[in-house]
């Protein structure tokens, strides 16, 4: 309600190329020409997601954006990554009871003071009408950045650093699992790894931006 009176005021602008728009907040014509995430992520034998849909590959203006919302507090970026994702769930036929965010730690809570996959997954909320949940899933321990670390080092890292706080919330769950940038997929696997042992039936995780190790280092 308050956004559309204020949207009276102050026209939404494409949150990529600043044109004016009626609805959302990435331009059709932005969407169209994303460059999207081609080809498919192999779904290795132990993973525990059953889906891994990255939509956009990690560079260009992008990049820049997704570095701005991470770490510059440009928060408002979440609802353009969010509208990239719809797209790419309109396109996959994605559908779930729930989406979930990716959490980081209480630690890293405070410094940065919001959980970009969260604010992600409050707009996508609002586009799809599926309820999120930004309580169910968390960091339960600190870990070193998975960015600042070779691929080896990256399971051992994120292992027993994740739990569930509210196994009724997602027992027999479909559930859509939202995270910011992929590159090996261990932080999404241990995340699906708690959340089947605890009961959930589907997770289908879905990436705003795919990088390989060499250009994810920060
Ligand atoms: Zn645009």
């Known amino acids: 309600m308050l956004e559309e009176i204020v949207g009276l005021f102050f026209p939404r602008k494409c949150i990529f190329c600043n044109e004016k728009i009626n609805e959302r907040y990435t331009c059709r014509k932005c969407l169209n020409i994303i460059e999207y995430y081609k080809e498919r992520l192999e779904t290795p034998d132990d993973a525990y997601y059953d889906k891994l849909i990255c939509a956009i590959k990690y560079n260009g203006n992008l990049r820049t954006r997704m570095l701005k919302f991470k770490f510059d507090s440009v928060k408002y970026f979440a609802r ?43 707009y996508l909320s609002k586009l799809t009408k599926i309820d999120y949940n930004r309580n169910v899933l968390i960091k339960s321990k600190n870990n070193l950045k998975q960015s600042r670390l070779p691929e080896e080092q990256r399971k051992e890292n994120v292992k027993d650093v994740y739990s569930i706080k509210n196994t009724e919330a997602i027992i027999g769950k479909n559930i859509i699992l939202v995270d910011d940038i992929c590159t090996t997929g261990s932080t999404v696997n241990e995340c699906s790894k708690v959340l089947k042992n605890s009961g959930a039936n589907r997770v289908i995780v879905l990436s705003v931006m795919y990088t390989n190790l060499r250009r994810a280092k920060l």
């Open 80 to 122: 353009g990554f969010a509208d990239i994702l719809f797209e790419k769930m309109v396109k996959y036929d994605v559908n779930a009871d729930l989406i979930i965010p990716v959490p980081i730690s209480k630690k890293r809570y405070r410094e940065r003071g919001y959980n970009q996959s969260e604010l992600i997954v409050k």
